[in-house]
């Protein structure tokens, strides 16, 4: 199941908005998309088995389009190799095809991804690794350490977060990694990932909005698609959708406080806007007057349209007064949809040969 630079890996955490989303997307744009599905962290006193059961309920419907999907359980590693084992069981009685991921510097979850191979291996390399100069030599000796080819290999190079970069220095550290990778036409698919989302809401002001720049998308398409043909092989694009790599686990609603807001994605930028906290205002009546905005006020220049995507269509559906739109749930998997359709389109939209 190889794909090549016109396709799209999305990398998501596990989490009831994101699996809804990936379910709501049509069929078109699930046909051009190999999303990256990543356990999220554990806390509290959930045990393993509870939490890596929350992570895959009703996951088949959500992955039930798609050819085959990657499944990362790094997040939960200080379990051991009982969490990675878990997951990757979980996944198998499934019965759809995924491919577990895995890394050269990683101890927990290299057997179990081993142990779950009839779809390949996914190997995520990291800046960290780049970093410290491991990805030149480590990576093949890895490789023959584990009797695996470059051939059944998905690579995957992670820059990681990159909010605090500008577009020209992301290209430069996506041109510098890429000339430490090795074999660059013999990954079964080659994949370059960073994300720009930024890691709090915080950047809005309350009862404001802002745009912010897609600058891992405006790096791989200005500076590596763009000169494509000066390449040994240009690199499917990733990105987090819109959600910052670390993630929202440990907020505690109950002493931290969090406003309602609405991440939408645009062409060049992402419009983020919010409301004020929910504490003050419930985020039932805060959400639709979000919509207003986005869809017949002041910012109506920037709405897609609800027949966009099914993410449009709920956003209009929350303007017009709908039920069950008012949760910060519901517009994580609008904005999802949304995102991951328009992200789509805009590789398709390239030309390509």
């Known amino acids: 199941m190889r794909f090549g630079p016109d396709h799209y890996v999305p990398i998501l955490k596990l989490k009831r908005g994101e699996k809804r989303a990936l379910a709501s997307i049509t069929p078109v744009i699930a046909a051009r998309m190999t999303p990256l599905l990543e356990v999220v ?46 997951v990757f069981q979980m996944a198998a009685a499934i019965g759809h095809p995924f491919t577990p991921v895995t890394g050269i510097s990683r101890t927990a979850d290299v057997a179990a991804a081993l142990g779950h191979r009839q779809m390949g291996i996914a190997v995520r390399v990291t800046r960290q690794e780049f970093e410290d100069g491991r990805i030149p030599g480590r990576l093949p000796r890895w490789l023959a350490a584990q009797k695996l080819s470059p051939e059944e290999i998905d690579l995957i190079i992670d820059l990681g977060a990159v909010d605090d970069m500008v577009a020209a220095g992301v290209a430069a550290l996506s041109r510098a990694f890429l000339a430490d990778v090795p074999h660059h036409t013999r990954w079964r698919t080659l994949t370059l990932s ?123 559906s929350a303007a017009n007064g709908a039920s069950g739109l008012g949760s910060a749930e519901a517009w994580r998997r609008l904005g999802a949809i949304h995102h991951l359709t328009r992200a789509t389109e805009e590789i398709a939209l390239l030309p390509w040969p």
Request: with cysteine; net charge positive; proline share 5%.
């Open 41 to 86: 962290e554990m806390t509290g006193a959930k045990a393993l088995a509870e939490h890596v059961n929350t992570a895959f309920k009703d996951l088949s419907v959500s992955v039930g389009q798609f050819r085959r999907y990657f499944l990362d359980a790094h997040e939960i590693s200080g379990t051991g190799a009982a969490g990675a084992t878990l």
């Open 194 to 316: 960073a994300c720009a989302f930024p890691a709090s809401m915080g950047v809005v002001n309350r009862h404001s909005h802002v745009l912010l720049d897609r600058i891992e998308w405006q790096a791989w398409r200005d500076e590596l698609y763009a000169v494509r043909t000066n390449l040994a092989r240009l690199p499917t694009f990733s990105d987090g959708a819109i959600q910052h790599p670390h993630g929202v686990e440990g907020f505690d609603p109950k002493t931290m406080q969090v406003s309602a807001s609405v991440r939408y994605t645009l062409p060049e930028r992402w419009l983020l806007i919010k409301g004020e906290s929910t504490r003050n205002v419930p985020p039932r009546a805060q959400f639709p007057s979000l919509a207003t905005k986005l869809v017949y006020g002041h910012l109506k220049s920037h709405f897609f349209g609800a027949k966009h995507c099914p993410g449009c269509a709920g956003i209009q």
